[in-house]
């Protein structure tokens, strides 16, 4: 006589919820709960669905956090995930509509960055009760279409949940995804309004505790083996380190490499801080953005080996970075798209096991003492530029960006973790950072998405709690999207955020100029009668405007009370700014100049100068370009 299987009645949310609470992620033996919180905000379209379940579920088996903007959501579960070197994420729930499509940019950010998160958006009646409701697209030619479907393509996996016992098989896709190194990204399961309510037996066992497991695949032999014979054969051999080092956590097996060969090692800016910044084979910052030293390394190198990267056009200078007539690339990736990149030797695996592997085949090998030398020399030289960059030589004047960061670099330790995605500040970073651990540099360039800093930063402060975290912010991101600032508050998550006054969109402003577009619509200034924006600055005061939310504030003038105001946010347990207006757009950076071209198309045909002269250097770099087969 057989015996039904136990069952239990829920809504498909509380069923969702109670699923999700016993989700964990393991790997190399450790342990994490791989659904850390829910955030969300409610509305007609999850309210009564997962907003309820949550409610029910009591906040001991899955927490909540409110949000004020669902894209921002997205930015601090994604923050959270990188903190966790993507073994744990945050869900975000939202209701239809407005709510759903402000996860686009979140989703695509997350994705890019193959930093796992899930997204859970309310949807539409599936039983079409009335038609249109509340907030529905309508499309002539399809009658399944919503604006859900807009995550599509900015999801890794998507799945919309029509009928309750389809969350089953949904779910354990979702986890799967989630907790693949290969494959994750954004998760997006939609949810209807009416069947998040509907209630269903669902089977025990689809809740019982489930350990995902995150493998480190180990490469294959003959992979290995031509990959031991390019680097035994190379005489100016480069690594480029990317993000993937640091979600395998390949930071050691990397510096063990490096030590063992002599390969100096330069860094992309996922990769920053891959090696410490005083280890000897560290070379800094490559590509665009990058360093003296690492980018003439690059122009020379016979065997460019990345690891973990994607090799964006920052990376490889738009194609024009690696110029040595037969340079070859080896790349060790996870994905076997990224290490096909560029025509290489793919060596596809996780990014500590594939390093442990070389180093153990190249026992014995280490590259010639003058190579070494060589870098070794360049990058102490780049290090006096660097300190030029950040000395303030009279503290009681306005600082530059530099100083500001020269400033920071001063204050911190390794705890630190400083946080940015967009605007000039990236660039400076990028070149001048004087990475001290692992974590500690967390710039998000995958999407460079301005209103990413200070979200992110609170998921980051989630995640390593007692750290302190600081969001680094110009005035054009902040205007984006400070409404998280009311959730540290609340929340008591005392993430430090420095303002960067400069009246405009520094960055764009500087490549608008490059390219003969003359600052065209950079600068924050009033109208003139004319009809330019070449007025007076606006009388925008960003630090009430954030003292308005509940965050302490504390002003400095001079690179003398930036340093006091600096050290105070550091030593405070509540959220704190720190506000400072820099030199004019005009002068924002100071940094040395970019050491290696990036493509941004030029006018072909032009009346103004400017766009003319630009036109003949684009076309003079843009012939160094070089197809790599």
């Known amino acids: 006589m057989s015996t039904r299987p136990a069952t239990r009645r829920l809504t498909t949310a509380q069923a969702l919820v109670a699923f999700l609470a016993r989700q964990y992620s393991e790997r190399d033996g450790e342990r994490h709960r791989l659904i850390g919180a829910v955030w969300g905000i409610f509305g ?74 899930l997204l859970l958006p309310g949807d539409i009646f599936a039983t079409r009760p009335a038609d249109p409701v509340l907030q529905q ?49 954004a998760v997006t399961l939609a949810l209807p309004q009416d069947v998040q309510a ?44 990317g993000g993937g080092v ?47 030293t690492a980018d003439e390394l690059a122009r020379a190198a016979d065997l460019v080996i990345g690891v973990g990267t994607r090799y964006s056009d920052f990376t490889t200078a738009s194609a024009t970075l690696f110029t040595h007539p037969e340079v070859r690339f080896l790349n060790l990736n996870i994905t076997g ?90 660039g400076d970073l990028h070149k001048l950072w004087r990475a001290r651990s692992r974590d500690q540099y967390h710039v998000e360039y995958g999407y460079s998405c301005m209103g990413y800093e200070i979200p992110a930063a609170i998921g980051v402060a989630m995640a390593a709690p007692g750290r302190p975290v600081w969001a680094l912010v110009g005035d054009g991101t902040y205007l984006m999207n400070p409404t998280e600032i009311v959730t540290a508050v609340q929340e008591r998550v005392p993430i430090k955020v420095v303002i960067l006054q400069n009246h405009g969109y520094a960055s764009i402003g500087g490549l608008s100029e490059s390219v003969g577009s003359e600052r065209f619509g950079t600068a924050y200034r009033h ?23 509940g965050m302490r504030v504390i002003r400095a003038k001079t690179v003398r009370d930036l340093r006091e105001a600096l050290s105070e946010a550091r030593a405070t347990d509540s959220p704190t700014c720190v506000y400072v207006e820099t030199e004019t757009a005009d002068t924002v950076s100071g940094a040395p100049p970019g050491q290696a071209w990036w493509d941004v198309p030029v006018a072909e045909i032009a009346t103004r100068s400017s766009a003319v002269k630009a036109r003949e250097e684009y076309d003079r770099q843009v012939a160094a370009r070089r197809r790599h087969l």
């Open 44 to 117: 007609h379209g999850n309210v009564a669905g997962i907003g309820q379940a949550l409610l029910e579920s009591g906040g001991a088996d899955m927490p909540y956090v409110q949000g004020r903007n669902e894209q921002a959501m997205v930015h601090a579960a994604v923050g959270y995930a990188r903190q966790s070197h993507r073994l744990a994420t945050h869900a975000v729930t939202t209701s239809i509509g407005p709510g759903a499509t402000n996860l686009v940019t979140g989703a695509a950010l997350a994705t890019i960055n193959r930093l796992p998160v």
């Open 137 to 185: 697209l309508e499309v002539p030619y399809a009658g399944d279409v919503s604006v859900n479907d807009c995550l599509r393509p900015v999801s890794a996996y998507f799945d919309r949940i029509t009928r309750p016992e389809a969350l089953i098989p949904a779910a354990l896709a979702a986890m799967r995804v989630l907790t693949d190194p290969a494959a994750t990204g």
């Open 198 to 241: 509907e209630a269903y037996d669902w089977p025990e066992e689809f809740f019982a505790e489930r350990v995902w497991h995150v493998r480190r695949p180990r490469p294959d032999a003959a992979e290995l083996a031509a990959a031991v014979a390019a680097v035994r054969a190379a005489r100016r051999p480069l690594i480029i380190a």
């Open 246 to 292: 640091h979600h395998s956590g390949a930071e050691a097996a990397l510096k063990t490499f490096a030590e063992a060969t002599g390969v100096p090692v330069a860094s992309t800016q996922a990769g920053k801080g891959s090696l410490r910044h005083d280890h000897p084979a560290d070379v800094g910052a490559i590509g665009h953005t990058g360093t003296a």
């Open 337 to 426: 798209f990224d290490a096909h990149k560029l025509a290489a030797l793919p060596l596809v695996c996780d990014a500590r096991a594939g390093l442990e592997a070389l180093t153990e085949a190249l026992r014995g090998h280490h590259v010639e003492h003058s190579y070494e030398t060589e870098y070794t020399d360049d990058k102490e030289r780049w290090e006096h530029r660097v300190d030029a960059a950040y000395e303030a030589p009279d503290e009681d004047v306005r600082p530059t960006q530099p100083q500001v960061l020269g400033a920071l670099d001063a204050l911190v330790d390794e705890d630190d973790i400083v946080i940015n995605a967009a605007g000039s500040l990236p």
């Open 527 to 549: 109208r003139t009668p004319e009809g330019s924006y070449t007025g007076p600055p606006l009388p925008v005061d960003l630090a009430a405007n954030a003292a308005s939310l």
